[in-house]
């Protein structure tokens, strides 16, 4: 059976068996900051086995697309070299919310191994908890399992999905792959060889464990099954390890066209064929390579990946080509991969071409270090070295170490790193800035929902960081309130500014607003007064200010929307600043937009504020909002009640959020994007501007429109075709001029050879052409070359008090001279640095007076080469 054909059958069965068949979730865990990926196929049950989420149904299968490469479930450094890990992976499953349990899951499986797939009943080992007498019974007494096939296990029979959260005992089935193989039974000293493989994990889900590790039962007893489909298409196609399945060869075959390996077992091969699998899913949910979180995970499985071709001798981009056939192999099953094929290929290239760089110098350094190493330990130095300045991650350090039988030093190299994070923090430190360090227990009662202004009470102060009773006039300090207006920096909305003031001449200006806990910090200024713990005062905020905020912010909302919808469901949100004057907002992205795709995207912001349509907010717990389909960021904290806003026509832009926000879209006024550009490796940054400062920004377009008009004496209707007619003119005359340069350089080139001396036979000239530009040079080198025959040869010419120079060595003299070590010596002599080619080099430097000794030392060189 082919994998597809099993993986049908498994869903057809269980559907069979009333169970809802339900789609695959992302590999980005929906709301559960515990987890850095899906990892199992009950991740997306989570909130149903602990009672929080209620279905329409109550058994249901599924096959889960699952990575295994950070945090606690890590099978990254075993991939390659083990036939049966991977980062990613299939996870057929079957679960019951409070249906059946133990009796009818074990039937299932039973059922449907030895049945609907026909395997042979004494090839298959089944295991259970030391305290499962339940389970032991089913299977002994009621499925006539032999009891020489079977064996009870301790810790390894007690599933959990991470330190906290749904767990319970299990009951394992393995599959004898023959006496051929070494390896004992599961409980035997042999078990963690290959001949009995784990096929199906049958998870008992009991208990909820809490976070001092107290084992809660769970409201119902609940069933969560899974089977790797790679094991079970390995014993369905008589083959020992995964990756003779026939996910895997045609994944295989073209690595090896691609990096021209012949031998498929290579574990190269291996590691590159599993990681297009996760790489390539990873980026189809929306993940992009980065320097954090899963972006970093991501970033470690392509760039090992690429090494892994590196070695193989493949150093172009070759990665990206794989996923052609990925799609060929997994498309049917996964139409989003067809999808975003094109985006997915793009954004693996980009990467290739970054790391190809990296990979190239840190190679160089690392095989230095192994090849004067004393030991068989690489110091944590050399790793953090590689790390800093080569931006060489240590992951790849220590395979490339592991595959010459060194180890690490990791504790050197955090160390390294601690000191590194250390002298960071002190430079970037502000003595005057003493929030951060406060701890505040109280809390703050936002009213600036609903109000601008309000009357409240003075709670405590603060200045240089410390607790006082008073802060006198002219004195900077913190003030913080009972209630109060001000919004608090937060979510990317800057802090309100504005005034605390009474009758009784008490002026306080807010010239920020921070939040410490649950407490509203507002920093500023005495103007007049005393203000003390206790007063009560007058709390304005600067309404202008805070209303140009509130445009900015919603529009931050309905761009969100608009770029999903322009660019599709893979755009995510990075980050955003809300200020008055602008907004900024980065998302996940690989390439940038289109005129077209900009336009589009502004075209649809402006008509939903131009429909005028009411922002509405909603408070509600997780769960509902989850449901109603409100959209939250990966890893922010909510409480349980969240404030939901809507708004535009027909559920537009609907996300939780705790900003101010406009009462009606048409508050906005306009929305203009003002630039869009890369913030990071597959992030861009898109700049905005609203109200009347897209206003602002419409006139000042029109006044530059205006001036490049008046200077090409034109219209502004016609001020483009004029400009682009001028520029067509422009590079006319540069063409020209370069044709004018290649004449003279074709004329030097004969004329400077009647300079050349013999140094021990060896033909040499070292000398400057004037007029001539880098270019230009290395025309020249070539006319030299040609008419010399055989020679070593360097170039220099000067220009704007720069120095430019090419050295170029004949082919029958590079075994002997080499164009890169003779412009690094004459390049330092010029203050400059240069490489290349051993037949051809560049470089320039910045010390013209040097020039004329640099040029003569050209004839000393060869000669200490000879």
Excluded at 489 to 515: H, I, M, P
Excluded at 520 to 549: K, M
Excluded at 651 to 658: A, D, K, T, V
Excluded at 676 to 705: N, P
Aim: charged share 25%; net charge negative; with cysteine.
């Amino acid at each position: 059976m082919k994998s597809a054909e099993i993986r049908q059958a498994f869903l057809d069965y269980f559907a069979g068996q009333g169970h809802a068949v339900v789609a695959t979730s992302s590999l980005v865990p929906e709301n559960d900051p515990t987890l850095l990926f899906t990892n199992a196929g009950m991740n997306q049950f989570k909130d149903v086995f602990l009672g929080r989420e209620k279905r329409d149904y109550t058994r249901a299968t599924s096959a889960q697309r699952c990575v295994r490469a950070g945090g606690k479930h890590n099978d990254l450094e075993n991939v390659g070299y083990t036939a049966r890990h991977h980062t990613f992976f299939e996870m057929l499953g079957n679960f019951s919310f409070g249906d059946y349990f133990k009796r009818e899951a074990i039937r299932f499986a039973w059922e449907f191994l030895t049945g609907t797939l026909g395997l042979p009943e004494e090839r298959l080992w089944v295991t259970v908890h030391v305290s499962d007498d339940e389970a032991a019974d089913i299977w002994l007494k009621e499925m006539g399992v032999s009891a020489e096939r079977f064996s009870r296990l301790d810790e390894d029979n007690f599933w959990q999905m991470g330190d906290t959260g749904p767990c319970g005992p299990c009951s394992e089935i393995f599959y004898d792959h023959g006496a051929d193989i070494p390896g004992g039974p599961p409980g035997s000293d042999g078990d963690d060889l290959d001949r009995y493989i784990e096929i199906w994990n049958l998870v008992f889900m009991q208990y909820d464990r809490q976070p001092d590790g107290e084992l809660v039962p769970l409201p119902k007893p609940s069933v969560d099954t899974g089977m790797g489909l790679e094991r079970i298409a390995a014993v369905k196609q008589g083959v020992h390890s995964n990756y003779e399945i026939d996910l895997f060869q045609a994944l295989l075959k073209a690595a090896a066209r691609a990096t021209g390996c012949d031998d498929l077992e290579n574990k190269s091969l291996r590691v590159i064929a599993d990681h297009i699998r996760s790489a390539s899913f990873l980026i189809t949910d929306g993940v992009i390579p980065s320097n954090e979180g899963r972006g970093y995970v991501l970033r470690r499985i392509i760039r090992r990946a690429l090494r892994h071709g590196h070695q193989l001798g493949q150093d172009k981009p070759f990665f990206h080509g794989l996923v052609a056939t990925l799609v060929a192999e997994m498309g049917d099953a996964y139409p989003e991969l067809r999808r975003e094929q094109a985006r997915v290929e793009k954004a693996l290239l980009a990467e290739e071409e970054q790391f190809g760089r990296t990979l190239t110098a840190g190679m160089k350094v690392l095989e230095a270090a192994m090849t004067d190493l004393a030991g068989d330990t690489l110091p944590g130095e050399v790793v953090f070295q590689l790390y800093d300045t080569h931006g060489f991650p240590p992951d790849l350090t220590a395979d490339v170490a592991r595959e010459r039988d060194l180890t690490v030093d990791m504790d050197g190299f955090e160390k390294e790193m601690a000191a590194q994070r250390e002298r960071a923090r002190g430079a970037g430190a502000f003595a005057n800035d003493y929030s951060d360090r406060l701890n505040i227990d109280a809390v703050t009662d936002f009213s600036g929902y609903e109000k601008h202004q309000d009357q409240t009470q003075v709670d405590a102060l603060y200045r240089d960081g410390e607790a006082v009773d008073a802060l006198n006039a002219g004195e900077t300090g913190m003030v913080v309130l009972k209630r109060t207006p001000f919004y608090a920096e937060s979510g990317g909305q800057v802090g309100d500014r504005g005034t605390l003031a009474s009758g009784d001449d008490q002026r306080f200006d807010v010239e920020d607003t921070r939040k410490r806990g649950q407490a509203h910090i507002h920093v500023g200024t005495v103007r007049s007064g005393v203000i003390r713990v206790g007063d009560t005062l007058d709390a304005y905020v600067d309404v202008e200010r805070r209303r140009a905020i509130m445009r900015n912010h919603s529009a931050t909302h309905l761009l969100h929307a608009a770029l999903r919808q322009v660019l599709g469901g893979h755009v995510q949100q990075k980050g955003s600043l809300v200020g008055a004057d602008y907004l900024r907002f980065d998302f996940s992205h690989g390439e940038a937009l289109s005129l077209a795709q900009r336009q589009e995207v502004e075209t649809l912001v402006n008509r939903q504020i131009l429909a005028n349509a009411v922002v509405s907010t909603e408070l509600m717990d997780m769960d509902a909002a989850k449901k109603a389909g409100a959209m939250a960021l990966f890893g922010e904290k909510y409480a349980d009640q969240v404030r939901v806003l809507t708004m535009g026509t027909d559920g537009f832009s609907m996300e939780l959020c705790g900003g101010t926000h406009v009462q009606r879209t048409g508050d906005i006024g306009l929305f203009m994007i003002s630039l869009e550009t890369s913030a990071a490796a597959g992030v861009r940054r898109i700049e905005a501007v609203t109200g009347e400062g897209a206003l602002a920004a419409v006139r000042g377009q029109e006044s530059a429109l205006a001036e490049i008009a008046s200077t090409v004496k034109s219209s502004p209707e016609l001020a483009a075709e004029r400009v682009g007619a001028q520029a067509r003119r422009v590079r006319e005359l540069e063409k020209e001029i370069e044709r004018l340069k290649q004449k003279l350089a074709s004329g030097a080139g004969g004329d400077l050879t009647a300079d050349a001396r013999d140094v021990n036979g060896v033909k040499v000239l070292a000398t400057r052409v004037d007029g001539a530009d880098a270019k230009t040079l290395r025309v020249t080198m070539d006319k030299v070359k040609d008419k010399l025959g055989s020679a070593v040869v360097l170039l220099a010419a000067v220009e704007d008090d720069k120095v430019a120079l090419v050295a170029g060595v004949t082919k029958d003299l590079t075994g002997r001279f080499k164009a890169g070590d003779l412009m690094r010596q004459v390049a330092e002599q010029v203050d400059g640095r240069g490489g290349g080619r051993p037949d051809m080099a560049q470089g320039g430097g910045n010390n013209v007076a040097a020039l004329p000794q640099a040029l003569e030392g050209v004839y000393d060189w060869v000669a200490s080469q000879s």
